[in-house]
Structures are given as structure tokens and as C-alpha cells.
């Protein structure tokens, strides 16, 4: 997946239907979290071992998809916008997240 190429067809796609303006950082924040709430739903009433399962049904784990990448996108566009590299902002976060949270002695 090229991050930068899929960042230029979302700008792209929002030129080609005047949506720019409306493309700020907040609202595509807001609009990310309705579709991270439409994700939630999937798995709204499922148990756990249900929800490990998804994949058996192909509607509901092709709808899995599409609401995933819904978040995606926008995250993608949040980034493009506030001059976020995504690469180098995942790559610290996965460093500080190994520092706050190390291999316990027993694992290692």
C-alpha cells in the first residue's frame, strides 16, 4: 500500500467534487468517528467468540472491510491535511510504545 499515492487519489477525488473546503482537519476527524462508530456496530451484540468469527459470514466480513477502510481513509486525509508522515509518526509511536510497555522478564 503507497500511502502518499492513496493520499493524492482522496485529494483528487475531493477536488473533482468541490469537497475541499469542507475537508479540514476537525471535520474529517468528526467524519472518521461516525465511521468508527458504524464500525463498533458490527460488533455491537457479538460475544467475543463471535466476533473472532466474522470472517465465516461473507457479508458481514465484506462489510467489516469497507467500514475499515472508511476509518482509514480518513485518517489518511487527517494526515494529508495536518502534515502528518505517517510513516515516521507509526514508527516513533511503535518505539514509545515499546519503551512504556517492555517485555516482561519472564517472556524474554
Do not use: C
Not at 468508527?36 to 470472517?55: D, G, H, K, N, Y
Not at 486525509?77 to 515499546?98: F, P, T, W
Amino acid at each position: 500500500m503507497n500511502i502518499e499515492d492513496l493520499q493524492m487519489r482522496l485529494r483528487k477525488f475531493a477536488i473533482e467534487r468541490n469537497w475541499q473546503p469542507f475537508q479540514t482537519p476537525k471535520n474529517l476527524a468528526m467524519a472518521m468517528v461516525v465511521e468508527a462508530a458504524e464500525l463498533v456496530e458490527i460488533f455491537q451484540w457479538l460475544t467475543p467468540e463471535q466476533s473472532q468469527q466474522i470472517a465465516a459470514d461473507p457479508a458481514k466480513h465484506q462489510h467489516l472491510g469497507e467500514e475499515i477502510a472508511d476509518v482509514m481513509l480518513y485518517l489518511l486525509q487527517i494526515a494529508d491535511h495536518s502534515g502528518i508522515d505517517i510513516n515516521a509518526a507509526v514508527e516513533r509511536k511503535l518505539l514509545l510504545n515499546a519503551i512504556k510497555h517492555p517485555v516482561a522478564a519472564a517472556q524474554q
